[in-house]
């Protein structure tokens, strides 16, 4: 069983009497460990598929399955538990805080979930040194550089130890010797076994991934494995059709 299967997964809005399909059935395996990209142009469907993905909406019509559980009729309050528990989510802007320390940021999401003061501050620490931070952990994230700021970001996504990391344009507000950094920091988790979901424009940041997932017009358009090693699962053809 995938981590994540979607099976005809459709998102629709009514604009203006006009049918605007978002996504237009969708069908797609996510497996525990991978380090996939999805890329596609803007209003391609890319950013609605990670946000179904992420469980920040529900679709139209479909299925969702995440970590066995089936989830496309769950209730906000049901999406909102799951994505604090299974789901880490690095933004391209940061979302960090601005008057909380770095180490305050890496707990929020441990609040939310209940644990205890001492307990947090430890894995917030264990999750900085996780990205190379811990040394920062007391300053505001406006002493940061950008390069440090979204590993600071990426520290509180580990956190609460989720089943799956999405990360939406997460170079996209860096230089690129900064991007090149924290796409080397991606692979040395995805080597770790972390499961990792790249969401891009731009095909030098898909290329680092081993596989990658591109998006046209609500619809898979291909799927391209360049290599299956240490996935539990028989190796698959080069290209996949949608």
Do not use: W
């Not at 290599?227 to 949608?242: C, E, H, S």
Request: charged content about 25%.
């Amino acid at each position: 069983m995938a981590l994540v299967e979607l099976r005809s997964v459709s998102k629709i809005y009514h604009l203006g009497g006009e049918e605007i399909r978002a996504l237009d059935d969708v069908s797609l395996d996510i497996h525990e460990g991978e380090f996939i990209s999805i890329i596609g142009p803007s209003g391609s469907g890319k950013s609605t598929l990670m946000h179904i993905l992420g469980c920040l909406d529900s679709p139209t019509h479909g299925t969702i399955q995440l970590d066995g559980r089936m989830i496309q009729d769950a209730s906000t309050r049901e999406l909102a538990a799951i994505r604090n528990r299974k789901i880490g989510f690095v933004f391209q802007f940061f979302n960090l805080l601005p008057k909380l320390s770095v180490l305050q940021n890496v707990e929020l999401p441990m609040i939310y979930s209940g644990i205890a003061t001492r307990q947090r501050h430890q894995r917030a620490l264990g999750a900085l040194q996780a990205v190379d931070l811990a040394n920062r952990a007391k300053h505001r994230p406006s002493q940061l550089s950008g390069g440090q700021q979204q590993r600071a970001a990426i520290a509180r996504a580990l956190v609460n130890d989720p089943r799956i990391i999405f990360a939406d344009e997460p170079t996209g507000n860096l230089d690129s010797h900064t991007g090149e950094a924290i796409l080397a920091l991606f692979r040395r988790l995805s080597r770790e076994g972390r499961t990792i979901v790249l969401v891009t424009h731009d095909p030098e940041i898909a290329a680092v991934t081993p596989r990658r997932i591109e998006i046209r017009d609500g619809k898979i358009a291909e799927k391209v494995d360049l290599t299956l090693a240490g996935l539990d699962r028989p190796p698959a053809p080069a290209v996949l059709a949608p």
